[in-house]
C-alpha cells in the first residue's frame, strides 16, 4: 500500500530480467505492471520484500504473462528499446500520479532537474515535493525516475543506488547519442 491508497488483487506475479548493475525485478497484476525494482545490492529475498511493499499480496513466479514486460525490458537493456508499451497499474495520491505520468514525458537519454519538473507541472518552488514523489516510484525505468537530477545536475539518491542511476542514464545518452551539455 502507499499512502493509503490500496490495490486489491489475489496475487501478484514477478520475474527477473537481467541487467549489468543488477537484476531487474518485474511485477505486474492484471491490471498491469505494478513495481519495478532494480537489486543492485540486495539479495533476492530483500528484492521480493521491496516488491511487496509496492504491491502488497501475494507473490508468484510468473508463468509468462510478464513476457512481454520481459521481451521488452531485455531490448531495452540491449539498447534495442528506447520507449516501453506496457498497461501499468500505478497506485499513489493524485499528486504522485501526476508526477510519475509527467516523468513518462522525459525523453529518452534527456535528464531534467527536480525544479524544471516543479516548473513544468506549475508548482514553481515545489520541487522537494516533487522529489518526494520521484522517490516513491514505484516503476523504475519504465516510469524513467533515473532522468532527474538535482538543480546542479548532480544523481543525487536513487533507491536502487547512485551507480545505477549513472548506469542508466550513460547507457541513454550512449544509446541515443545525447550529451551532458
Not at 8 to 20: E, G, I, K, W
Not at 51 to 58: E, G, I, S, T
Not at 97 to 104: I, M, T
Request: proline fraction near 7%; hydrophobic fraction near 45%.
Amino acid at each position: 500500500m502507499m499512502q493509503g491508497i490500496e490495490r486489491r488483487v489475489a496475487a501478484v506475479s514477478y520475474v527477473a530480467v537481467p541487467m549489468p548493475v543488477g537484476d531487474i525485478l518485474v511485477a505486474g497484476t492484471e491490471r498491469g505492471i505494478c513495481a519495478l525494482i532494480i537489486a543492485a545490492h540486495a539479495e533476492t529475498p530483500a528484492a521480493l520484500d521491496a516488491l511487496q511493499r509496492y504491491c502488497p499480496a501475494p507473490l508468484v513466479p510468473d508463468t509468462g504473462t510478464l513476457a512481454d514486460a520481459t521481451v521488452q525490458l531485455t531490448n531495452y537493456v540491449s539498447g534495442a528499446r528506447q520507449t516501453f508499451d506496457l498497461p501499468l497499474d500505478l497506485v499513489g495520491t493524485p499528486f504522485q500520479r501526476l508526477v510519475w505520468e509527467s516523468l513518462l514525458a522525459i525523453p529518452y537519454g534527456d535528464t531534467v532537474t527536480y525544479r524544471d519538473l516543479a516548473h513544468m507541472l506549475g508548482q514553481p518552488g515545489g520541487a522537494q515535493a516533487v522529489g518526494g514523489a520521484v522517490a516513491h516510484n514505484p516503476i523504475s525505468i519504465i516510469v524513467p525516475c533515473h532522468r532527474v537530477l538535482g538543480s546542479d545536475g548532480s544523481l543525487t539518491g536513487y533507491a536502487w543506488g547512485v551507480h545505477v542511476k549513472r548506469w542508466l542514464i550513460d547507457h541513454e545518452r550512449h544509446i541515443s547519442g545525447r550529451t551532458l551539455f
